[in-house]
Structures are given as C-alpha cells and as structure tokens.
C-alpha cells in the first residue's frame, strides 16, 4: 500500500521525467514444453521464456518481486544493472543474498539512476537460465542523453526523429542456445563421464525455432577454419557430427562418445529436423526498424546478420556508441547491442541469421522479416532472398567487402566517458585456464570457486570471507583498478562479465598474453598496446584463446561483485573471482531483512 501510495505521489509531484518506481513481479514455473521440437522440462518466468521485458525511464526506481515456484532454489540477477549502493540485491547466490527457496519470495529493489540502454535478467544460481530463467530489461534514456543518430541518417531530420520514436520501444531480438536436456542433467552427466557439454540443439530466436538437419558437405564447408583451430591447438583431427557438433571425443578419451550432453553417453543420435514455428518481424511500411539484440545463451556466441540488409550499431552495453554500419555483428554471450536497421526495399522475405561463433559447434537460427502483410497463419517457409552475407558457420561469403562489427573501435559516443588517465591503484592478475576437462578457473593460483558456496553465507555479510576465490587487496571508493586477464587456453574464448561496474578496455589482442606488471609498464615501453583514449565501455568481453585484456574502472560501488566467465559450465565448475570493494563502508547498510532472509 505505502508502495503504492509513493508511487502515485511521485508522478503527481513532477510532472515529466519524474523517477517512479516499477512494479513487477517475476513468478517461476515449472513446465513441459517443446519450443523447438523436442519435449524437455522448461522453466518460466510469468508462464514464457524468455521472461517479460522489464522496462522503465532513466532514474527509476525497479522494484520486482520473484515468486519461486520451482523445485530448486534460485536467484535473479540483473545483469549490467550496477545496483550502486544496492550490492545485496545482486542475485549472486553465496556473494550477495542466501538462495530463495521453493514456495519462498523475495524483492529486488534498485534504482535506474546513471544507467540507460538495453539489459538482461537471469537465474544466476547453477545453470539455471539456460533452462528458461531469463529476460529483457530496456532503460529509456533521459533526454539530455547525446545520441549518434544524425551519424546514422546522415543529417536526414526526419529519419532521425523515427529512430528517437523508435528509441522507446526497441524490437526484441533475443538469442538463446538450447538443449535437449535441462541443465541439472547435463551438469551430472558432464561430472560422471568427464566431458564437455559442448552441444546443443541450436538456437533459440525470441524463444523459438526450429532444428535444420544441413548436409554434411554443407557443415564441412561452414566448419572447416574450425577444424584446422581445433588440430593446430590440440594435435587432434576431428570432424562435426550431423548436429553440426564437433567431435571432441578424441581428446576426451572417450572414443564413440558424442552429443554427450544431448544423448545418453555412448549413444550419439543423427540430427531429427523440426518444423516449429519461426520469430517473424513484420516491416509494416516502416522506413526505419530498430532491435535490441541480446545474448542470453548459455554456452555460445553467434554472428548474426540480416540477408539484404545493413545494420548500424548505434549502442552496446549501456552506452551509444560512434555508430558502425555493418553487415554481420559479433554477439557475446551476455551482450547486448541495439541496431537501426533501414527497412527500404519495396518488398520480399528477408533472413535474420544468428550463426553459432564457437569451434564447438556450427548451427545456425533464423528468423524472418517480411515485407509482407501480416497473416494469421504464417507459411512454414518463406522463400527468401539470395542476398545472404555469412554461411551457417558465420563466415562472410566476402569478408573484403563485408564490414562485420569492429568491439575494439566501438568507443562510446559520449566522449567524456573516458577513462581515468594516471596509474591504478590496484592492478589484479587473473589466467583464464581450463584447469581439468570439467574444471574452469580465473585465478593464477588455479583455484575454483566452490558450487557449495551458493548455499553459504553470502560473503557481504560473512565473518569469513577468505574463499580461495575471494580477491581482497584493500580497495576503496575512489581507486582507479585494473584487471589484466591473459586466457591461456588455446582453443576455448571467455566472455567475461564483472558485476557492480562498467569498465573500460584498455587494452586487447588475439594473440599473447599482456605480458607487463601493470598498465604503466605497458605504456613506458610500448604505448600502442594501450587505448586509454577512447576505449570501449562494457561490462562483458569475450577474451580470445591465447589472447588478453586489460579492464579499467572506478571503484565507485562498494560490495563483494563476481568477475566472472559467462558460459554457464564454466561458472559452474569454478570460473569465477569475487572482488571485494570497500566492504567495511557497506556492510553497516545491509538491510536486516535480507541478512534474516
Ligand atoms: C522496495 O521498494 C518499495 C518501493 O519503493 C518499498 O516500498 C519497499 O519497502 C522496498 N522493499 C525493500 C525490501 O527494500
Ligand atoms: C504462479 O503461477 C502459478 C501457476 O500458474 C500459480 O498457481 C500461482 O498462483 C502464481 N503465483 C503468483 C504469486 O502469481
Ligand atoms: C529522409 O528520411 C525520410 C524518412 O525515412 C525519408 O522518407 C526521406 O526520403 C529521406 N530523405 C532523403 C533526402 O533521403
Ligand atoms: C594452422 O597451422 C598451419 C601450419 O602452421 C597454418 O598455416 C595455419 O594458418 C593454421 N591455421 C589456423 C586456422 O590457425
Ligand atoms: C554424414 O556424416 C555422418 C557423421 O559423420 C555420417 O554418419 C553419414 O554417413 C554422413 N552422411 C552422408 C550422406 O555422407
Ligand atoms: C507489424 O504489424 C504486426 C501486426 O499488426 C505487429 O504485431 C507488429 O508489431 C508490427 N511490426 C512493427 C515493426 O511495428
Ligand atoms: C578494429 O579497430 C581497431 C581499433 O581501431 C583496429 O586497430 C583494428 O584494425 C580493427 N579491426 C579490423 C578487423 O578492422
Ligand atoms: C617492449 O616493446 C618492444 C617493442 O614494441 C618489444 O619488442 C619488447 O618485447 C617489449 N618489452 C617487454 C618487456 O614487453
Ligand atoms: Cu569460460
């Protein structure tokens, strides 16, 4: 009731761009359902996957209440959302709050302030968003936001009042991989047999799709880059089975072993097509379409790209961005672009293509938009356009010509989001490492982060809080921190994520390790290893095999933030760090209710 009540008062006292509070509530289910083909047990966020879009202006308060219904205890995080004096409603089980339990609630309450643009909600307990626990958040940017629209229109007036029309209410475009079995199971079976769950049965575009079964030859052509990464990595010869998946069971030791995370093991299935429905998007007589593309897939990256048509990434992670007009966008796991997508042509069918990026595996999801009216029975095919850019491995048919999205010049649009120039106070060391075939760690030492810890005293508020994964070197407000990550594995890229900040990216390369002691010994040798200028802003990156980088950020948020790989296996076989900041000042602000929980 008071709710309510202040929420009323609030939009009475001001009359425009008044911060109110949004009101959702979030209730978990279990179901049975097939969105590609294939019955599985899923799980629901208000009856769908994924979840309803959460959605509020710059400067509002969300306050969304998460009803578990399920059968396993769960937690939400908001992911990208700062929680800036908020860390206990980060959703990190075992770091920020105690798991909320079947038949229990809980409410996550954050303001918006400071952060616009396009986020993600999801399960952040086990691998549970993979199973279907996960959503949109959109943040409408405040007025006085500089947009790079006129980049885009080219100065076009009227062009570039449709795209701050359709700034309000961006189109989904949500990718998601999907597998056969749920994840729990998946976990079990990759500890027992010592494999790697590295299958799926493809993507998922705004919760549907279909399974395509494509020729061998076509698989080999799409796979074959792959196959020389994966032989010059690992010395092993491999081939791709019929769901476009890579045979991995050379290395594993497990010879005839494969789709272990779809089958039973010793059993490998041959790919059974689909014929389920496809995400189409209407044009409708629009000139202009704008999406928020977001990765909320468990495992994998994609490429994606529209046949016939260009994309202009105009935001990435929470900022606008100096636009780049593209033909095919690099989707981490995790990320969240938004794109403006001219929709001239006079008529036809065109493909939206997410092709999977890993050497994993090759498969590709499509879906349509159509210049066609609107039907209520939409055909099962559409015979598209030959204007096609990338095969279903992601390679562009003609790279010279094919501009793909460039993260390294993706500077912010806003150029005084720069960051700070002098040396950090804190310079943190971490080795991405594939530490056994079922075992992941960011550490140095090696060390993983115990899944038992999701169940224990949540380290905010813990007496304890020495884990071998807690990193403790004394931060406080104000410090300038540097995180150089060198990934040593030679075949396996990590999108890392770093909860509580944005961050700059300072430094990055595809091939070596950073190989200095801190940023300012990178710069008093060799300064163009370094992008203190304008580098991109994120709070995700995916950090290439054999390569490195360097995350700048303030330390302007006190808790206890997960830095951690987004690929949920990874996470959940220990590939995660916690960074404490300035714990002392917070801890006094926690509020009983969620300590008591
Ligand atoms: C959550 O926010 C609402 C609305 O501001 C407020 O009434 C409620 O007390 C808050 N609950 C908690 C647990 O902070
Ligand atoms: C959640 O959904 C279930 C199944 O539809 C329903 O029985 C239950 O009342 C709902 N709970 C809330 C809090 O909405
Ligand atoms: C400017 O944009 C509008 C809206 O998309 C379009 O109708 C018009 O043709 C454009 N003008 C020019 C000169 O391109
Ligand atoms: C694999 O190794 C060969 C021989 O060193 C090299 O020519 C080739 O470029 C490498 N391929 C890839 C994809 O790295
Ligand atoms: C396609 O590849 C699979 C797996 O390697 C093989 O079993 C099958 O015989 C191949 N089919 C054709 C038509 O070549
Ligand atoms: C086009 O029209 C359909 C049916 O009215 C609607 O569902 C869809 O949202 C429209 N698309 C756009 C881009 O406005
Ligand atoms: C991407 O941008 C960076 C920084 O501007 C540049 O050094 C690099 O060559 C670009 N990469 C490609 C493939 O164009
Ligand atoms: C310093 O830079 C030079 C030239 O770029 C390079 O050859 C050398 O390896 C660098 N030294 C260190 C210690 O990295
Ligand atoms: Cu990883």
Redesign the pocket.
């Known amino acids: 009731m008071t709710k309510y009540i202040a929420t009323v008062l609030s939009l009475l006292a001001v009359p425009a761009y008044a911060a109110v509070v949004r009101e959702y509530?979030l209730?978990l289910?279990a179901s049975y359902d097939a969105p590609n083909g294939f019955y599985r047990e899923v799980f629901l966020v208000n009856g769908q996957q994924p979840g309803p879009l959460i959605e509020a202006d710059e400067g509002d308060t969300i306050s969304a209440t998460v009803?578990n219904?399920l059968e396993v205890p769960m937690t939400i995080h908001f992911h990208g959302i700062h929680q800036l004096g908020t860390p206990w409603m980060d959703g990190a089980p075992g770091v920020s709050q105690w798991p909320i339990f079947p038949g229990e609630s809980f409410v996550y309450n954050f303001t918006t302030a400071g952060q616009y643009g396009s986020y993600w909600y999801h399960a952040h307990m086990r691998s549970y968003y993979q199973d279907g626990i996960r959503g949109p958040v959109y943040i409408r940017p405040s007025a006085d936001r500089p947009r790079p629209y006129d980049v885009v229109t080219g100065g076009n007036e009227s062009a570039t009042a449709i795209l701050r029309e359709l700034e309000s209410n961006p189109t989904p475009l949500y990718v998601m991989d999907w597998t056969k079995l749920t994840s729990d199971a998946t976990y079990y079976k990759e500890i027992k047999y010592g494999l790697d769950p590295a299958c799926t049965l493809g993507f998922l575009i705004n919760g549907k799709g279909r399974v395509t079964c494509p020729a061998n030859g076509t698989i080999a052509a799409a796979g074959a880059g792959r196959l020389e990464i994966f032989q010059n990595a690992t010395g092993v010869q491999s081939s791709f089975d019929s769901l476009g998946c890579l045979d991995i069971s050379a290395i594993n030791g497990y010879p005839g072993i494969n789709n272990v995370a779809l089958e039973a093991p010793g059993f490998s299935t041959p790919c059974q097509a689909s014929n389920t429905e496809r995400e189409i998007f209407y044009v409708n007589g629009s000139d202009w379409m704008m999406f928020n593309v977001i990765n909320m897939a468990g495992a994998f990256a994609s490429y994606l790209s529209i046949d016939g048509h260009d994309m202009w990434v105009v935001q990435v992670e929470g900022a606008f961005i100096q636009p780049q007009k593209v033909k095919q966008l690099y989707v981490a796991l995790g990320s969240r672009y938004t794109i403006a997508v001219q929709t001239g042509r006079d008529n036809g069918d065109f493909s939206i293509r997410f092709a999977c990026s890993e050497v994993a595996q090759v498969t590709e999801q499509i879906a349509w938009l159509s210049y066609n009216a609107p039907t209520a029975t939409p055909p099962q095919e559409y015979s598209v356009t030959p204007e096609v850019y990338q095969d279903i491995g992601g390679n562009l048919y003609d790279p010279e010509s094919m501009q793909a999205f460039n993260d390294t010049s993706a500077a912010p649009y806003d150029e005084e989001l720069k960051p700070p120039q002098g040396p950090a106070q804190h310079t943190i060391h971490f080795t991405l490492t594939r530490t056994s075939v079922v075992s992941f760690s960011v550490m140095d030492s090696g060390a993983l982060m115990s899944s038992e810890m999701e169940l224990m005293t949540p380290l905010l508020w813990a007496d304890d809080v020495s884990q071998p994964t807690t990193v403790d070197t004394g931060i406080k407000i104000g410090d300038v921190v540097d995180l150089i990550i060198d990934n040593i594995d030679p075949v396996i890229l990590h999108p890392m994520h770093l909860h509580g900040h944005s961050f700059w990216v300072v430094s990055e390369s595809n091939y070596g390790m950073f190989g200095y002691s801190s940023v300012e010994a990178a710069l008093a040798n060799d300064s163009s290893t370094m992008n203190l200028n304008n580098p991109p802003y994120r709070d995700g990156y995916a950090i290439a095999p054999g390569g490195h980088a360097v995350f700048r950020y303030i330390a302007d948020n006190a808790g206890a933030w997960m830095f951690h790989c987004h690929i949920n296996n990874h996470l959940i076989t220990g590939m995660s760090a916690v960074i404490l900041e300035d714990l002392a000042s917070i801890r006094p602000m926690i509020p009983a209710s969620v300590i008591n929980y």
């Open positions: 509530s209730n289910t009803y219904n």
